[in-house]
């Protein structure tokens, strides 16, 4: 990056690039010192706006077989979306266009040669909000789920209550039935008694 006298500002080991890249946006002639260090910051960039990274393509030197050109892109989609969710927009959309073109000017010296910030997707810090409003449905269906358990149980617990009190009051009026019966049996048996002595007399 120039800072308007020439100078140009070189981004080092992957530790540095990590430590630059939390608010920096990647842009055309930034440099690093290495590969590695290069993708470390746009992985750290791609962590910071929500989106996974790939590798697009790789050219190597016919002299030596190093890596002099990478490039690297979105992943597309976020991994969270279903499968459904998924195919719908991969009918609407081709593959994610975002991406860094990283090439090897020499020895130590990396620049990025192209970058495309736009993505044809929403990204997972789009999607947290509307994720946070799932949640909170869900949690508020699993309290009500385990509240009717809670209501089941007492239900059948008073249920169990209600059928003990309904036998004992049937066998009380089973008892008291019986006792009736039999002071009926007696005062009849006494009547009779007393009819029999009337003749008598």
């Keep these: 990056m120039g800072d308007g006298n020439g100078a140009v500002e070189t981004y080092g080991g992957e530790s540095s690039a990590h430590e630059g890249g939390s608010d920096i946006e990647p842009n ?23 989106f996974l990274t790939r590798v697009l393509s790789s050219r190597k030197s016919e002299r030596d077989g190093s890596i002099i050109s990478r490039g690297l892109g979105c992943r597309g989609l976020p991994e969270s979306r279903t499968k459904i969710q998924a195919q719908k927009q991969c009918r609407q959309r081709d593959v994610c266009t975002a991406m860094i073109l990283l090439k ?36 508020k269906i699993q309290e009500l789920t385990s509240e009717l358990r809670v209501k089941k149980r007492l239900s059948a617990a008073y249920r169990e209550q209600l059928l003990a009190i309904m036998k004992d009051v049937e066998e009380h009026n089973g008892h008291v039935s019986n006792k009736v019966q039999l002071v009926y049996e007696n005062l009849r048996k006494l009547e009779a008694k007393r009819q029999e002595h009337l003749r008598h007399s």
């Design 104 to 139: 090897r000017e020499n020895p130590g010296s990396w620049v990025v040669r192209k970058f495309v910030g736009e993505h044809n997707h929403p990204l997972v810090v789009q999607l947290q909000k509307s994720r946070r409003i799932l949640d909170d449905k869900d949690k």
């Design 28 to 50: 055309e002639g930034m440099l690093f010192q290495s590969e590695e260090a290069a993708r470390a910051f746009y992985d750290d960039y791609a962590r910071q706006k929500g």
